[in-house]
């Protein structure tokens, strides 16, 4: 329903140069980034918008939730241009993919 590009529930984030562009949700609002229940101290900096309210953070804690170590995502250098849809898409053209594990 929300967040065009991010939707974050319950977790901890640091967004930074990051160019946000004709996100809209499912309502068709402008809608980049959406957060709900925000955790330890969320940063947003030196980032483009759709508009000045593209973007909605909820810093809201509550003492019901468990505090836990969760996984970390990185973006790095996220360019790709996804305004005309690629006849295929391959992560490994990209640099994006591991290499095979066991």
């Not at 930074?16 to 959406?34: R, T």
């Not at 973006?75 to 993919?97: E, Y």
């Amino acid at each position: 329903q929300y967040g065009g590009a991010i939707y974050s529930y319950d977790s901890g984030y640091d967004i930074d140069k990051c160019n946000f562009a004709d996100n809209v949700n499912l309502y068709g609002d402008l809608d980049d980034i959406y957060t709900m229940f925000d955790w330890p101290d969320p940063t947003l900096k030196n980032n483009t918008y759709s508009s000045e309210y593209s973007y909605n953070t909820n810093k809201t804690r509550y003492a019901s939730i468990v505090d836990t170590s969760g996984m970390k995502l990185t973006l790095l250098n996220n360019s790709i241009d996804v305004s005309k849809v690629p006849s295929k898409f391959d992560l490994r053209d990209w640099g994006w993919s591991t290499p095979v594990r066991d």
